[in-house]
């Protein structure tokens, strides 16, 4: 009785059923983690969440910790004591009532309950086997005598006499114990594959649900940043303000929606996976050699490689590219919507921390010339006469900006339609200023987007990202999150088209770069710090 209530113990309250994966609430209560994410999933909107066993409630999705205590439990107990199966099978004996089977005889063609098997012959040319009702498949089809060899070049289980004169004669012959464990063998080593699979997609499971969390949190900060600088402008700022929650809200939908849809993709396969432990553990356990080496389908149950790479590239691009918000997009529309304002002079107010981007001159190659105005950089065939100091750019047509970012969120823009041969990006100060490691992206030091004859690329540690032929709109837009390690470029066409996010971490300020090499490019409007 105790031994029963301690196996109720170790149910989930939700699905009734042994524990797959267990978890714990910060209450203590444990539950499947597919069962409690699909209760969690369900209160998203209704302003907390809680418990299903206790009610506990929390303002925010629960962070699930697994309990490896009691996952442990669980596996140790399906492998020491696997669910016990009804055969079905009665005693062949007992002719008054049905007695259930607890062996069978293949050389009496009988089934025996636990007081005949007690009077049964013991001599060995009786083999008891576990119940069953296929004892024809256990005897040669041709002698009618008992399999108890295979035939390994014919991968067939045979009889004493077709080992001796029949067609198997002269074969390579085993005992059927020395074949089934050989296979229970190769069945062990793919069960050690399907687990170490099991454990990589329970960590990758966790990781996207890690990433959902932030991207949640992060969502709800925005949102709250935003909401509290609409409510300063009042009503002069509720159309706008309206716009920013919607662009927000539907970010946070389209990535959380990918990245439910590649757990909810890899629960499958996980799932899919214990199912193939578990026949293969069945399997393992199996005392009858015959029935362990005349399983079909053995061959699928060791396929471990199905779909693993689209999967795992599946779940680093949206790890690494695809599973975050776009603060420059939401900051954009914050700002645009902030210029029509001040244009219609509705309201009046200063965007702050704007300031002019300047080109530092003491580092310009000697045949650029910049603009009087420290903005615009043009390429000439005519060297100018500027001193040769460690500062200056030497191999490439390079210039960098005097002022660096060294925290925030900053943007800035160039034009590039005067010229069709140009690098426009930004990069450290202690980049080099000669030989071929200088071009901008040609090193570790600096990002870039660049334009020669055969297209448009980004590059960065000489590493090239190609995007098209070229830009339809002719300006660039470069954005920073410094704290973040995040540079993107921006096409800024008719919507603005995002072309590509750098993520790294900064370790030193980071200054704008141009580079021309025919006509000119110039950097247009002001380096603006965004306001969220």
Not at 262 to 278: C, D, P
Not at 304 to 321: A, K, Q, S, V
Not at 421 to 428: E, F, I, K, L
Request: charged share 25%.
């Amino acid at each position: 009785m105790a031994s029963a209530d301690v196996r109720q113990e170790l149910d989930c309250s939700i699905c009734l059923e042994m524990y797959k994966d267990p978890v714990m609430l910060s209450c203590g209560h444990n539950f499947c983690r597919v069962c409690i994410d699909r209760v969690l999933d369900t209160q998203v909107g209704s302003g907390d969440y809680s418990c299903p066993q206790c009610r506990k409630r929390s303002r925010s999705r629960p962070t699930l910790q697994r309990n490896i205590t009691l996952c442990n439990i669980v596996e140790t107990l399906r492998s020491t004591h696997p669910e016990q199966k009804k055969t079905g099978i009665f005693c062949t004996y007992c002719i008054h009532y049905a007695v259930p089977a607890v062996k069978s005889c293949l050389l009496c063609e009988a089934s025996l309950c636990d007081n005949h098997l007690r009077v049964h012959s013991k001599s060995p040319e009786h083999v008891l086997t576990d119940p069953t009702t296929s004892m024809e498949n256990r005897k040669c089809s041709i002698h009618r005598e008992l399999l108890k060899y295979y035939c390994t070049e014919d991968s067939a289980c045979i009889c004493v006499s077709c080992s001796l004169a029949g067609e198997h004669r002269g074969h390579n012959v085993e005992t059927l114990d020395e074949a089934s464990e050989k296979k229970k063998q190769e069945l062990r080593n793919v069960l050690q594959k399907l687990i170490a699979k099991r454990k990589e997609i329970e960590q990758r499971v966790q990781s996207l649900q890690e990433l959902k969390g932030k991207v949640q949190e992060k969502s709800a900060g925005l949102t709250g940043r935003v909401t509290a600088l609409f409510i300063e402008l009042r009503r002069h700022l509720e159309d706008l303000e309206k716009r920013v929650l919607r662009n927000i809200s539907s970010q946070e939908e389209r990535i959380s929606h990918s990245l439910s849809d590649l757990i909810y993709q890899l629960e499958i396969k996980k799932e899919a996976l214990s199912r193939k432990m578990e026949d293969i553990e069945e399997l393992c356990n199996m005392t009858d050699p015959l029935t362990v080496l005349q399983e079909s389908d053995t061959g699928d149950l060791c396929d471990t490689e199905e779909g693993d790479n689209e999967d795992r590239e599946r779940h680093d691009r949206l790890l690494h590219d695809g599973g975050d918000l776009d603060v420059a997009g939401i900051s954009h529309t914050l700002l645009t919507g902030f210029s029509d304002m001040l244009k219609g002079g509705n309201v009046f107010f200063n965007i702050p921390e704007a300031s002019d981007i300047l080109l530092d001159v003491n580092t310009a190659h000697n045949n650029l010339q910049i603009s009087d105005d420290m903005k615009t950089v043009s390429w000439s065939d005519i060297k100018q006469n500027r001193p040769e100091t460690p500062e200056r750019f030497q191999s490439w047509f390079q210039v960098l900006s005097s002022q660096g970012f060294s925290s925030g969120r900053h943007y800035w823009e160039v034009d590039v339609s005067e010229s069709e041969d140009y690098s426009v990006g930004m990069c450290y100060p202690s980049i080099e200023r000669g030989g071929v490691q200088t071009m901008i992206g040609n090193n570790n030091k600096s990002w870039g987007l660049f334009r020669y004859s055969t297209g448009c690329y980004l590059i960065h540690d000489n590493k090239q990202i190609s995007i098209y032929r070229y830009l339809p709109s002719n300006r660039v837009r470069i954005y920073v999150d410094y704290e973040a390690g995040q540079m993107s470029f921006y096409d800024l066409c008719d919507p603005i088209r995002h072309l590509h996010t750098f993520t790294t971490t900064f370790t030193e300020p980071l200054h704008a770069v141009l580079c021309v090499r025919k006509g000119h490019i110039k950097i247009s409007g002001r380096v603006r710090r965004f306001l969220i």
